[in-house]
Protein backbone atom coordinates (compact mmCIF):
# COMPACT_ATOMS: atom_id res chain seq x y z
CA UNK A 1 0.00 0.00 0.00
CA UNK A 2 1.70 3.39 -0.87
CA UNK A 3 1.77 5.71 1.64
CA UNK A 4 2.90 9.81 1.46
CA UNK A 5 3.43 11.29 4.76
CA UNK A 6 4.32 15.15 4.73
CA UNK A 7 6.15 16.96 7.94
CA UNK A 8 7.43 20.13 8.25
CA UNK A 9 4.68 22.67 8.80
CA UNK A 10 4.31 25.33 10.97
CA UNK A 11 4.09 28.97 11.21
CA UNK A 12 6.91 31.22 10.50
CA UNK A 13 7.40 34.61 10.05
CA UNK A 14 8.06 36.68 6.91
CA UNK A 15 11.68 36.16 6.03
CA UNK A 16 11.95 32.85 7.93
CA UNK A 17 12.98 29.30 6.89
CA UNK A 18 11.35 26.02 6.98
CA UNK A 19 11.67 22.39 6.11
CA UNK A 20 9.12 19.69 4.69
CA UNK A 21 9.52 16.49 4.75
CA UNK A 22 7.70 13.66 2.42
CA UNK A 23 8.41 10.28 3.82
CA UNK A 24 6.84 7.67 0.92
CA UNK A 25 6.66 4.02 0.99
CA UNK A 26 4.89 0.65 -0.76
CA UNK A 27 6.37 1.52 -4.46
CA UNK A 28 9.54 2.75 -6.55
CA UNK A 29 9.03 6.42 -6.94
CA UNK A 30 9.94 7.96 -10.08
CA UNK A 31 9.44 11.78 -9.98
CA UNK A 32 8.65 13.40 -6.76
CA UNK A 33 7.08 16.76 -5.89
CA UNK A 34 5.55 19.06 -3.57
CA UNK A 35 2.29 21.16 -4.45
CA UNK A 36 0.48 23.95 -2.73
CA UNK A 37 -3.48 25.20 -2.60
CA UNK A 38 -3.70 28.58 -1.22
CA UNK A 39 -7.63 29.31 -0.12
CA UNK A 40 -10.09 30.05 -3.28
CA UNK A 41 -6.82 29.60 -5.61
CA UNK A 42 -6.12 26.06 -7.73
CA UNK A 43 -3.46 23.43 -6.61
CA UNK A 44 0.12 24.56 -8.33
CA UNK A 45 3.24 22.95 -8.20
CA UNK A 46 5.67 24.31 -6.48
CA UNK A 47 9.12 22.14 -7.19
CA UNK A 48 9.70 18.85 -8.27
CA UNK A 49 12.31 16.37 -8.92
CA UNK A 50 12.87 13.20 -11.01
CA UNK A 51 14.79 9.87 -9.77
CA UNK A 52 17.77 11.40 -11.07
CA UNK A 53 17.83 14.89 -9.12
CA UNK A 54 16.54 17.06 -11.87
CA UNK A 55 14.88 19.79 -10.34
CA UNK A 56 12.25 22.23 -11.49
CA UNK A 57 10.76 25.16 -9.73
CA UNK A 58 7.32 27.75 -10.16
CA UNK A 59 8.64 31.31 -10.68
CA UNK A 60 7.61 32.56 -7.61
CA UNK A 61 9.99 30.22 -5.79
CA UNK A 62 13.25 30.09 -7.86
CA UNK A 63 16.14 31.22 -5.67
CA UNK A 64 14.13 30.44 -2.17
CA UNK A 65 12.99 27.10 -2.58
CA UNK A 66 15.70 23.87 -2.95
CA UNK A 67 13.78 20.34 -3.53
CA UNK A 68 15.89 16.92 -2.34
CA UNK A 69 15.23 13.87 -2.31
CA UNK A 70 16.64 10.61 -0.94
CA UNK A 71 15.90 7.78 -3.05
CA UNK A 72 17.42 4.63 -0.67
CA UNK A 73 14.23 6.42 2.43
CA UNK A 74 11.58 7.62 -0.31
CA UNK A 75 12.35 10.70 1.23
CA UNK A 76 11.53 13.82 -0.44
CA UNK A 77 12.33 17.24 1.08
CA UNK A 78 11.38 20.72 0.64
CA UNK A 79 13.83 23.81 2.26
CA UNK A 80 11.73 27.18 1.99
CA UNK A 81 14.42 30.50 2.69
CA UNK A 82 12.55 33.93 2.87
CA UNK A 83 9.24 33.14 3.07
CA UNK A 84 6.67 35.58 2.22
CA UNK A 85 2.90 35.75 3.30
CA UNK A 86 2.19 34.94 0.23
CA UNK A 87 3.55 31.33 0.40
CA UNK A 88 1.14 30.41 3.24
CA UNK A 89 -0.49 27.48 1.65
CA UNK A 90 -1.26 23.87 1.97
CA UNK A 91 1.25 22.42 1.01
CA UNK A 92 1.04 18.84 -1.17
CA UNK A 93 3.30 16.13 -1.90
CA UNK A 94 3.13 14.14 -4.94
CA UNK A 95 5.04 11.08 -5.95
CA UNK A 96 4.81 8.84 -9.52
CA UNK A 97 4.63 5.20 -9.34
CA UNK A 98 4.16 1.99 -11.49
CA UNK A 99 0.88 0.53 -11.92
CA UNK A 100 0.09 -2.59 -13.80
CA UNK A 101 -1.12 -0.12 -16.80
CA UNK A 102 1.24 2.47 -16.49
CA UNK A 103 1.94 5.45 -13.99
CA UNK A 104 -0.30 6.97 -11.44
CA UNK A 105 0.01 9.88 -9.04
CA UNK A 106 -0.24 9.42 -5.35
CA UNK A 107 -1.06 12.22 -3.00
CA UNK A 108 0.07 12.84 0.67
CA UNK A 109 -2.81 14.89 2.97
CA UNK A 110 -0.92 18.25 3.45
CA UNK A 111 0.61 20.38 5.47
CA UNK A 112 0.09 23.98 6.46
CA UNK A 113 2.29 26.44 6.10
CA UNK A 114 1.24 29.74 7.54
CA UNK A 115 3.34 32.64 6.94
CA UNK A 116 2.53 35.38 8.97
CA UNK A 117 3.66 39.18 8.14
Known amino acids: QVQLVESGGGLVQAGGSLRLSCAAS??????MGWYRQAPGKQRELVASITRGGVSNYAASVKGRFTISRDNAKGTVFLQMNSLKPEDTAVYYCNAEGPTSWGTTIYWGQGTQVTVSS
Open 26 to 31: GSIFSA
